[in-house]
């Protein structure tokens, strides 16, 4: 595997640091756990960020000591570090990693497996030697780099996935091309190995059809596991794969036939007619053979888009039945007799609210009236007190004035008339609160209003 470019942390240059951290681990961890903690906790995010920096899903043991050697020295503890991420599942071997796959994924994982010594001669020679096994070309795939890989791959599929019928069934071939188009970068063999993880994830399956074509099935959109390949998915291919030919095969034809008209214009200009008709009879029969083929692709095409319609009835069918049971087990305790009883019992319980609103108004309105003939009594009682103290005052003062007069004016007698001019005389007493001036309250409010 080549060497790529190496992303080092800001201390590499502190030499005090890196002869500590290039050392050999202890034999055990118990002598000072501190230390191996720290150094192995080192070299871990080093190995992780370099993978992740340069997008490598799997490396081996001489990329790595290669990578990280340091002034002409190499890492004591790559060995060590390597066993612990392969105990913490940081790192899978290859072979460990593809264990539970089909026998059919074996064949087309074997461009990646053959990269790995291990898989042919290693395991005979190394057996269960794991420190002999990193020492040699086994490969170890960084599990964090391949499941962020395999999430962006699902991403990107679901993104491209326009009906859910039929669009989940895609050739091998058609999922590279599209892999590179989407600026997803992955080496030669890791698109194997994403597949695979998606795989034991149960996001995807592989298959292999009868002609030998790698197919890969996705999850769909309200799956929570894939469904294996079936007959209708590879109908769904078939015809997939047959538009494709055809517009393929469209396409040339009519770029010929588009060739044969421009030629017989050319024979027709130098006058050679017989060739001209010859040229013009090719271009009829590609003529036909192209309406041939568009009325095949045509009927491709409403056959697929029938499969895919037929998805979305499916649906609404579902959804319109699941909409019955659920109004039918809401009304399974309503009937119709119920339903009248209930409404007569809601109009006489609207009626006896309305009398009860009417009884309250008519109380309410005889309360009004009779506070208004209470303040109106007692109104009329306090302008009857006040009459009677000005009537008083009136008679005081108009019986002064008659003495002053009598005192001042001169004894005379009418002509005519032998008695004296004389005024009546006064009362001699107040007037007493049972004289009533007026005989009814018709009579009070008349005065009132004088």
């Not at 055809?246 to 008209?261: G, R």
């Amino acid at each position: 595997m080549a060497d790529t470019n190496k992303r080092l942390p800001s201390d590499w240059h502190d030499d005090d640091r890196m002869n500590f951290m290039f050392s050999a681990f202890p034999e055990h961890r118990h002598v000072n756990p501190k230390h191996w903690d720290s150094k192995l906790q080192f070299w871990r995010k080093l190995i992780l960020e370099n993978c992740d920096h340069n997008h490598e899903l799997c490396v081996d043991f001489e990329t790595l000591r290669r990578r990280f050697t340091r002034n002409g020295l190499v890492p004591l503890g790559l060995e060590t570090v390597l066993e612990e991420m392969l105990k913490t599942g940081d790192l899978h071997t290859l072979d460990s990693f593809m264990k539970g796959l089909n026998n059919t994924w074996f064949s087309w994982g074997f461009d990646i497996a053959k990269k790995s010594f291990s898989w042919t001669v290693g395991k005979l020679l190394w057996g269960n030697d794991t420190k002999a096994k990193m020492e040699g070309t086994e490969l170890f795939i960084i599990t964090e780099v391949l499941k962020n890989k395999s999430q962006s791959l699902l991403k990107m599929h679901r993104e491209s996935v326009e009906y859910e019928a039929t669009d989940h069934i895609i050739p091998w071939n058609v999922l590279k091309a599209r892999c590179n188009r989407g600026g997803l970068k992955l080496a030669d063999g890791d698109l194997d190995l994403v597949i695979c993880y998606l795989q034991k994830e149960r996001k995807v399956t592989a298959h292999v059809t009868n002609e030998g074509e790698k197919v890969i099935k996705f999850v769909g959109k309200d799956e929570s596991t894939v469904s294996t390949v079936s007959e209708k998915d590879l109908g769904i291919l078939r015809i997939k794969k047959t538009m494709a030919s055809l517009t393929l095969e469209i396409n040339k034809l009519e770029k010929t036939s588009e060739s044969c008209k421009q030629k017989a214009k050319e024979f027709s200009s130098k006058g050679l007619r017989k060739s001209a008709l010859t040229v013009l009879k090719k271009k009829a029969s590609i003529q036909k053979t192209l309406d041939k083929m568009h009325g095949s692709l045509h009927t491709l095409e409403e056959l697929l888009h029938r499969i895919q319609q037929a998805n979305t009835d499916k649906m609404i069918i579902d959804t319109l039945k699941s909409g019955s049971i659920a109004l039918k087990t809401i009304q399974e305790d309503l009937r119709a007799e119920d339903v009248d009883k209930v409404m007569l019992d809601l109009e006489q319980t609207l009626d006896d609210a309305e009398d009860i609103k009417q009884a309250i108004a008519q109380g309410n309105q005889a309360i009004s009236d009779r506070n208004e003939d209470e303040n109106l009594e007692a109104l009329e009682k306090e302008l009857a007190a006040l009459s009677l103290k000005t009537d008083g005052n009136n008679l005081s003062t108009n019986n002064e004035k008659i003495s002053t007069a009598e005192e001042m004016a001169p004894s005379s007698k009418v002509p005519g008339d032998t008695k004296l001019l004389r005024f009546p005389e006064p009362p001699s007493h107040s007037p007493s609160k049972t004289d009533q001036p007026f005989e009814s309250k018709e009579k009070r409010r008349e005065a009132l209003k004088i």
